[in-house]
């Protein structure tokens, strides 16, 4: 069955970047609304942003002006750039739909900000 993959994460500094990258194998891809979650240790898994259709996102308030969503409808793939990431980012991120399909998470890619 089809799953997201999840790529880019990594060990970063405070301050630091890092870009996200989602293959996401899904044949209604344009059509869908995708997003990125992510779960840090001990919390339940969040929406962090999202990216509709048409190009128009929405952001959780801790990541805006700092994490921007896109979208490549040819290439099926979703990407998160993360700026000024802080310690409180460390978490595995996933992508997607938007609202999720129980069935198509993938294995995420952690992301550890730390010095």
């Known amino acids: 069955q089809a799953q997201a993959v999840e790529s880019g994460g990594g060990l970063v500094q405070p301050g630091g970047s890092l870009r996200l990258s989602c293959a996401a194998s899904?044949?209604?891809?344009?059509?869908?609304?995708m997003g990125w979650y992510r779960q840090a240790p001990g919390n339940q898994r969040e929406l962090v942003a999202r990216?509709?259709?048409?190009?128009?996102?929405v952001y959780v308030d801790s990541v805006k002006g700092r994490f921007t969503i896109s979208r490549d409808n040819a290439k099926k793939t979703v990407y998160l750039q993360m700026n000024s990431l802080k310690p409180e980012d460390t978490a595995i991120y996933y992508c997607n739909v938007w609202p999720s399909w129980a069935y198509y998470w993938g294995q995420g890619t952690q992301v550890t900000v730390s010095s």
């Open positions: 990216i509709d259709s048409g190009g128009s996102t």
């Open positions: 899904i044949n209604s891809f344009s059509i869908n609304s």
